[in-house]
């Protein structure tokens, strides 16, 4: 699944390419969050002019609408969204916990109600493995229990059993229906909250079983970034060189450029379009609030430095107007913007690893975006 291009000369980012039945993906890369089979306000038309190579669905959503008759109908999530390049879907736990006023956790399973209709449905790991079997996504997140922040040791240890627990019954399920005969790629996600040893833990017996991927779970669910990365440096070192690593759900620019130094390959957030909507674009220089007065006569692009479609073609004073009269179409531009920009960023940190110019990069990045994980360096 994955092959290990480069290796930086000065830091542990590396470049890789990841094998995939609707084609590869050149790493480290980005994921833009297609939830309920679309990125916000983005047709897969421009998901392809950007040139992004994969995008991320949700279990949940999906099995809960459309639902999973229509999607077989369909043939699958590829040709229901008519996207023709690989998918990654989660799990759907995160949301299961995150999003009904009724759930119940078990060793069993997950019982909530949807927070649609208020139907009963019960998510265990064989089932969730059934369904992005139905999906037909090309990589795989097995059931796991996000533990919230804060807390306790207590819970943190319950957790990461039944994490453990999960991911060895996702496993099983996953190659007794032959979804791995498919080509399909089943991850395991690393557990543990703010504690070291559980998360070494965690990643100690998830490697004793042994997935295709592994990602770095339970972190940008309230902790400080100071703690998010602790995780990260906790357990990435533990992870295998032949295999991907995805830091779940992360997240700022910056982040990412400081995590990708870490050794770091996959990513994804909806901070892109959801920060798009609220008027937030992006820059190497950091944030824009383009509602902000100061550019209602200003015509200059939203980045006088990029050469996506918007930036090309409209002023930072029409779109303020779009926001400002909650026109569709400037929500539009601005994700359209954000996420055109995150991907030309991935291509340049896949560059500056190329180059073995990777350190010089992150520094230069980082102070030029004012961020506060320069001292991390």
Known sequence: MYNLIHQDALTAARRGVISTPHGTVDSPFFMPVATTATVKTMSGVDLHDMHSQIVLSNTYHLYLRPGLDIMEHAGGLHNFMNWDRPILTDSGGYQAFSLTKFRKITDEGVKFRSHIDGSMHFFTPEKVMDIQRSLGSDMVMPLDECSPHPCDRKKAIRGLKRTTQWAKRCKEHFHKTGMHERGQRLFAIVQGSTYEDLRRQSAEELLQIGFDAYAIGGVSVGES?????????????????????????????????????????????????????HGSAFTDKGKLNIRNSEFTKDLRPLDENCSCEVCKNYTRCYIRHLLNMNEITGVRMMSYHNLHFYIKLMEKIRHAIEADNYAQFQKQFLTDYNSELLATL
């Open 225 to 277: 970034v100071k703690e998010m990365f602790e995780a990260l440096i906790w357990v990435i070192l533990y992870l295998p060189k032949d295999r991907p690593r995805y830091f779940m759900g992360i997240g700022l620019p910056d982040q990412i450029v400081r995590a990708v130094g870490l050794g770091v390959d996959m990513f994804d957030c909806s901070i892109p379009t959801r920060y798009g909507r």
